[in-house]
C-alpha cells in the first residue's frame, strides 16, 4: 500500500478542475468525510475548480442501491446494475464546461 505524505498539502496543490461523484449509499467510502477534506483542500485552491455531485440512491459503483450493501451486488458482474439518475449526464456537463471547447 502506497502512502502520501502530507495528503491535504497535495489536494491544496492540484490546479485542476476536479468532478467528484459520491453515492449516498456508499458503505466502501465515507463519502461526507471525502466531500468535506476536497472541500477543504481543492476547494480553497483560486487555481483549481471543484464540482461534487452526490447521488441519493447510489453505491460505491454509481448505481441504483437499495441499502449500499456489497451484499446487494455479491456475484454480480462489474457491468451490471442501472447506474444512478444523473450520472452520466452530470460528466457529460462537466466536461463540456471544462474540457471540451464548443
Same mark, same amino acid.
Given at each position: ?9 497535495? =489536494?491544496?496543490?492540484?490546479? !485542476?478542475?476536479?468532478?467528484? =461523484? ?13 466531500? $468535506? =477534506?476536497?472541500?477543504?483542500? !481543492?476547494?480553497? #485552491? ?6 461534487? $455531485?452526490?447521488?441519493?440512491?447510489? #453505491?460505491?459503483?454509481? #448505481? ?6 456489497? $451484499? ?19 460528466? !457529460? ?10
Amino acid at each position: 500500500m502506497t502512502v502520501v505524505r502530507d495528503f491535504d498539502g497535495m =489536494l491544496s496543490g492540484l490546479d !485542476i478542475d476536479v468532478l467528484a =461523484l459520491f453515492g449516498e449509499k456508499d458503505t466502501s467510502v465515507d463519502w461526507r468525510k471525502t466531500k $468535506r =477534506l476536497y472541500e477543504t483542500t !481543492i476547494g480553497w #485552491n483560486t487555481g483549481a475548480t471543484l464540482t461534487v $455531485r452526490t447521488f441519493p440512491d447510489c #453505491n460505491h459503483s454509481m #448505481n441504483v442501491s437499495a441499502t449500499g450493501s456489497v $451484499r446487494e451486488v455479491e456475484g454480480m458482474p462489474l457491468d451490471a446494475g442501472e447506474k444512478c439518475k444523473g450520472y452520466y449526464e452530470t460528466q !457529460i456537463e462537466w466536461l463540456r464546461k471544462y474540457v471540451v471547447s464548443e
